[in-house]
């Protein structure tokens, strides 16, 4: 769980940010993972929104939460995980239906050219790599956790990111040999990614929901139903999300 100076500090900017022309933004607290996917749909979005701004807070889902529950102005919550939302569901912070709009997978990351050599999840417990993981209560972490188990190895790992995406960072500039992502990662990442069997692991469902007394619900709501249509699920494609 993230310090509580830290989850403060955040609701602060956020309130702060928000605290002008709030008819005109839409704020959406959304996993890492999506950066880039959320990026191209804010282009869509905005173009049949005239006047309208989608003003992102990227992070890893277990921070968002944190956030949120301690009363941060966002319009729309999108989580990397169900179970994470589902807390802030019996929180009573959520407005309307919460639905899943997207599913990813894990998959190993290397840098480009693979210098390592890296072949699978058996090398993470070699003590000469180094090699990385999401923090274990961020989806990604979890996930990739568990995975482990099924496959009856114990990783070492040099670190343990707060988010996917800082993980990603590091993999890219080679100061990792390894770390497990998303499959979307790797697709927009620069780096190289092993695939690992279905077999050994979950989906990632991505579920997003309006919150409660939101500083605009009514372009809340617009976001949301742009979120699940057609268009933003051929876009979520593009970006290789699956459909949910």
Known sequence: MAKPSTVLAAVLLLAACGSADS??????????SLTASFGSLEEVFEAAHPGMDVVFNFGGSSLLR??????????????ASTEIMDEVQSA???EGEVGVFARNQIEIAVPEGNP???RGLKDFERDELFVGLCAAEVPCGRLARETFELAGIDPLPDTNEPNVRSLLTKIEAGELDAGVVYATDVIE?????????????????????????????????????FLF????????LNHGFQSP
Do not use: H, W
């Not at 008819?23 to 890492?32: K, L």
């Not at 944190?66 to 989580?79: H, K, N, R, T, Y």
């Open 23 to 32: 008819e005109n933004q839409i704020r959406v607290s959304a996993a890492s």
């Open 66 to 79: 944190e956030q949120i529950l301690a009363g941060a102005p966002i319009d729309v919550f999108a989580s």
């Open 92 to 94: 009573g912070l959520t």
């Open 116 to 118: 390592a050599g890296i």
């Open 189 to 225: 990442g620069d780096v190289d990614g092993i695939p690992i069997s279905p077999d050994l692991q979950s989906n990632a469902l991505y579920p997003a929901s309006r919150i409660v007394d939101s500083p605009n619900p009514a372009g809340g709501d617009d976001f949301m139903t």
């Open 229 to 236: 249509s057609d268009e933003a699920k051929a876009i979520l």
